[in-house]
C-alpha cells in the first residue's frame, strides 16, 4: 500500500482527527456513568462499534469483576496521579481484559462533567515482554543449575550411604543415633530439592493430548479442598462454557495449578477467596488462547519482588524452596503458553496462564 501525503483538515477537525489517531483506548463517561464517546482505539480494543454503545450504563454494557476501574480518585482531582487498574471486562460473551487509568473531566472549578478513562489492551504486547524477560533470565540460570545439581548428586548419595553405614554400627539407644537420623533427614531435603531442580533444567517431555481446561482447573481446586475448608478459603469457580479444546499435557498442567494455588493458600493465612476463572480471547492477530486465571485476596507481592519470583530458589516463605514458579514458567513455556502475574487493585494477586488453541487443519 502506498500512502499519499494528503491535507490536514480545517482547525476544527483536528481534535476528532487526534483522538481516532491516538494508541490509547479513550472512553467518556456522563456523571452517571453513560457512555458518550469512545475513540478508534477503544473500539477496536474492545470490538465494538460505538455507535451501539453511547447512552448505554457502563456496567450493564462492559460487565466487570471490579468496577473501579472507570471511577476516578477523589485525589485525581487534587492533581495526583491517577492510578491504573486492570479489569477484565465481559462483552457479550467475550472478555477482554485492559489496564485503565480514570480522571474527572471537569467544566470548572466546581463542575463534574463526567470521567475521562484511557486504557490500554493488556492481552498481548506488554505481557508478552514481561514473560519473554522472565524467560531470558530462566534460560542461563537453567544450565548451569542443571550442572550444579548433577554434580552435587553423586557426591550426596555417597555421603548418606556413609551415614547410614556409620549409624548401623552403633548400639540401639545410642543418642548419636539419632543425631545420624536427624543428618540424613536434611540430606533427603536436599536430594528433593536437587530432583526439582532437575525437573526445572531438563523438563520431562510433555504428553500431550486434547483437553477441557476446565476440568484440569476443577481437578486442582478438588485436591485443594481440605486446605480451603481449614483455611477459610471461599472458593469461586467461573469457569468458560464449553472452551475450545487445547493441547496439554493434563498432568504437568494440574502441577501448575497446584503450585499456584497452594501459593495463594500460603498468601492467605487468615482466609480470604479465591477465584478460578477459564475463558476464551483473540487477539487481534488471529491467534486463539484459552485463558486460565487465579485471583487471590492475599497479602500480594511487593512491587520490588514481582520481578524475581519467577527465578529459582527466590522465595519469602521460611519452608519454601522457591522452585514452585519456576517450574510452572518452565511447563507453560513448554506448551507455547505464557504465565503473568499482576497486584489486584483491591488487595491480592492474579496469576494468568494463557496457552494457544490449535488453529483448525486447513484453515478455518
Ligand atoms: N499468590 C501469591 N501471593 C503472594 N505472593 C506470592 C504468590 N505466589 C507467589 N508469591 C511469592 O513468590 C515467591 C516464589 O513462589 P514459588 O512458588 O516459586 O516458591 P515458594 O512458594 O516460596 O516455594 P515452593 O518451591 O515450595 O513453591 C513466594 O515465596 C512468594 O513470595
Ligand atoms: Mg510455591
Redesign the pocket.
Request: glycine share 18%.
Given at each position: 500500500m502506498t500512502v499519499r501525503a494528503g491535507t490536514l483538515p480545517q482547525r476544527a477537525s483536528i481534535p476528532a482527527l487526534v483522538l481516532d489517531s491516538m494508541e490509547v483506548g479513550i472512553l467518556v463517561l456522563d456523571p452517571r456513568g453513560r457512555i458518550g464517546y469512545l475513540n478508534r482505539k477503544a473500539e477496536e480494543i474492545l470490538e465494538v462499534a460505538s455507535a451501539e454503545f453511547i447512552g448505554r450504563d457502563v456496567d450493564e454494557a462492559f460487565v466487570s469483576n471490579d468496577d473501579r476501574w472507570h471511577s476516578s480518585d477523589p485525589i485525581d482531582t487534587l492533581g495526583a496521579r491517577a492510578t491504573q487498574r486492570e479489569a477484565s471486562l465481559k462483552i457479550g460473551g467475550r472478555e477482554v481484559t485492559i489496564e485503565a487509568t480514570a480522571a474527572a473531566l471537569r467544566g470548572g472549578e466546581e463542575e463534574l462533567l463526567g470521567t475521562l478513562v484511557t486504557f490500554t489492551d493488556y492481552s498481548e504486547g506488554e505481557a508478552d515482554e514481561e514473560f519473554q524477560r522472565n524467560v531470558q533470565r530462566l534460560a542461563s540460570l537453567g544450565e548451569l543449575s542443571a550442572v550444579v545439581a548433577h554434580e552435587i548428586r553423586n557426591p550426596l548419595t555417597g555421603i548418606r550411604t556413609t551415614v547410614q553405614y556409620v549409624g548401623s554400627k552403633l548400639a540401639e539407644g545410642d543418642p548419636k543415633k539419632e543425631d545420624l537420623q536427624d543428618v540424613i533427614k536434611e540430606i533427603d531435603r536436599i536430594e528433593q530439592i536437587i530432583t526439582?531442580l532437575l525437573l526445572f533444567a531438563r523438563p520431562q517431555a510433555a504428553k500431550t493430548e486434547l483437553v477441557n481446561i476446565n476440568e484440569v482447573v476443577e481437578k486442582s481446586l478438588d485436591n485443594l479442598e481440605l486446605q480451603f475448608e481449614e483455611l477459610k478459603i471461599a472458593v469461586k469457580r467461573d469457569l468458560a462454557e464449553g472452551p475450545p479444546l487445547i493441547a496439554v499435557d493434563p498432568d504437568q498442567m494440574l502441577q501448575v495449578f497446584l503450585?499456584?494455588l497452594?501459593?495463594?493458600v500460603?498468601?492467605m493465612p487468615e482466609g480470604g477467596s479465591l477465584r478460578a476463572a477459564t475463558s476464551t480471547r483473540r487477539y487481534r492477530s488471529g491467534r486463539r488462547v484459552v485463558e486460565v486465571a487465579?485471583s487471590?485476596t492475599?497479602?500480594?507481592?511487593p512491587q520490588d519482588?514481582l520481578d524475581k519470583?519467577?527465578d529459582p530458589f527466590?522465595?519469602?516463605?521460611p519452608?519454601?524452596?522457591?522452585?514452585?514458579?519456576?517450574i510452572?514458567l518452565q511447563i507453560v513455556r513448554e506448551h507455547g503458553g505464557r504465565i503473568t502475574?499482576r497486584n489486584r487493585s483491591q488487595g491480592?494477586?492474579t496469576?494468568r496462564i494463557t496457552l494457544p488453541v490449535p488453529e483448525p487443519e486447513g484453515g478455518d
Open positions: 526439582e503450585n499456584l497452594i501459593n495463594s500460603d498468601a487465579f487471590d492475599g497479602v500480594g507481592i519482588n519470583i519467577f527466590f522465595t519469602t516463605r519452608s519454601g524452596t522457591g522452585l514452585g514458579l519456576t510452572s502475574v491480592g494477586a496469576f
